[in-house]
């Protein structure tokens, strides 16, 4: 994902706008004519109104799990790089001690019983997140409630993400 957003905003940079990344990468690879801060040290609300925010969102948490809560307070265009994005939010989840809010949020979006399987399983410590279950709850919805706009790599996901979010522009 790294490398495909460089080379987008090294493109769009071209253009006659103004291009900050925030990034929770340490060493980011600079690019002309592009502003990156690291979200360590600077927050998007330290800055100014933005016309367009662009979360690009993958699904490790390392990398990606600042992002909800900042589409969630700023909306924008997600950028989906993973439609299932189960393993960020399971990861967010305990590293914030949320557990009970992830199956909240599985069960709001897919029903008790996936819910109620999934925390079975995590309490097994018997599952890997490459088991079949993922791709019956992905969980994209906590993201792409927030936004915008969608960009998505593929007309499967978009139809996924259209079943749910019939209105949004995709």
Same mark, same amino acid.
């Given at each position: 994902?790294?490398?495909?957003?460089?080379?987008?905003?090294?493109?769009?940079?071209? *253009?006659?706008?103004?291009?900050?990344?925030?990034?929770?990468?340490?060493?980011?690879?600079?690019?002309?004519?592009?502003?990156?801060?690291?979200?360590?040290?600077?927050?998007?609300?330290?800055?100014?109104?933005?016309?367009?925010?662009?979360? /690009?969102?993958?699904?490790?948490?390392?990398?990606?799990?600042?992002?909800? %809560?900042?589409?969630?307070?700023? &909306?924008?265009?997600?950028? *989906? /790089?993973?439609?299932?994005?189960?393993?960020?939010?399971?990861?967010?989840?305990?590293?914030?001690? &949320?557990?009970?809010?992830?199956?909240?949020?599985?069960?709001?979006?897919? &029903?008790? *019983?996936?819910?109620?399987?999934? &925390?079975?399983?995590? #309490?097994? %410590?018997?599952?890997? *997140?490459?088991?079949?279950?993922?791709?019956? +709850?992905?969980?994209?919805?906590?993201?792409? #409630?927030?936004?915008?706009?969608? +960009?998505?790599?593929?007309?499967?996901?978009?139809?996924? +993400? #259209?079943?749910?979010?019939?209105? +949004?522009?995709?």
């Amino acid at each position: 994902i790294a490398d495909y957003a460089f080379d987008l905003i090294t493109s769009v940079s071209k *253009l006659d706008i103004s291009v900050d990344v925030y990034s929770n990468c340490n060493n980011p690879r600079k690019a002309e004519g592009i502003n990156i801060y690291n979200i360590k040290h600077k927050n998007i609300e330290d800055s100014h109104d933005y016309d367009l925010i662009v979360h /690009h969102i993958g699904n490790n948490a390392e990398f990606h799990d600042y992002m909800i %809560d900042s589409v969630k307070r700023h &909306g924008g265009v997600i950028h *989906l /790089h993973d439609a299932v994005l189960l393993h960020m939010m399971t990861a967010l989840a305990l590293k914030k001690g &949320g557990l009970f809010q992830l199956l909240y949020s599985i069960e709001k979006w897919y &029903g008790k *019983l996936p819910a109620v399987l999934y &925390g079975r399983l995590m #309490q097994l %410590d018997n599952m890997t *997140l490459n088991d079949d279950i993922v791709s019956f +709850i992905p969980l994209f919805e906590e993201a792409v #409630q927030y936004a915008d706009a969608c +960009i998505v790599h593929s007309e499967f996901v978009k139809k996924r +993400i #259209q079943s749910v979010f019939p209105d +949004i522009n995709i």
